[in-house]
């Protein structure tokens, strides 16, 4: 059963911008950290950004920082990912996850830290 549903993604030119959405109607997580990973074919999944379960601390991939922000509302159970000067190499599917532990702010950069996903929302950039 897929708890966690990402939306916004599609297709942008270079230099573009996107929303991605991660909400849940099944799953409560205003207590966890929430993350944003991706895969692009043939390569790992990697981390993009984390935010605390308050939304007071984020952190960010050096590829994306100063480009994406995180964000989180907490009464809409849902968390975004504002994506702007996309680049080709952003061409990925991209995954919300929730951290398995509440108030841990613990290995946010690594899957291993998450235990609920979602099934992914595509994003291609065209260049």
């Known amino acids: 059963q897929v708890h966690l549903v990402e939306s916004g993604g599609g297709l942008v030119q270079a230099g573009g911008s996107l929303r991605l959405s991660c909400a849940s109607s099944?799953?409560?997580?205003?207590?966890?950290?929430m993350a944003w990973f991706r895969q692009a074919p043939g390569k790992e999944r990697e981390f993009v950004a984390a935010?605390?379960?308050?939304?007071?601390?984020?952190h960010y991939a050096d590829s994306v920082k100063g480009r994406f922000t995180a964000s989180r509302d907490n009464a809409m159970n849902t968390h975004y990912l504002q994506m702007n000067s996309l680049k080709s190499e952003d061409t990925a599917l991209y995954f919300c996850?929730?951290?398995?532990?509440?108030?841990?702010?613990?290995?946010?950069?690594?899957?291993?830290?998450?235990?609920?996903w979602g099934q992914g929302t595509q994003v291609t950039v065209s260049s």
């Open positions: 996850a929730k951290h398995g532990e509440m108030w841990r702010w613990d290995n946010v950069d690594s899957p291993s830290a998450y235990d609920h």
């Open positions: 099944t799953l409560a997580f205003n207590n966890n950290v």
């Open positions: 935010i605390s379960w308050n939304g007071g601390t984020t």
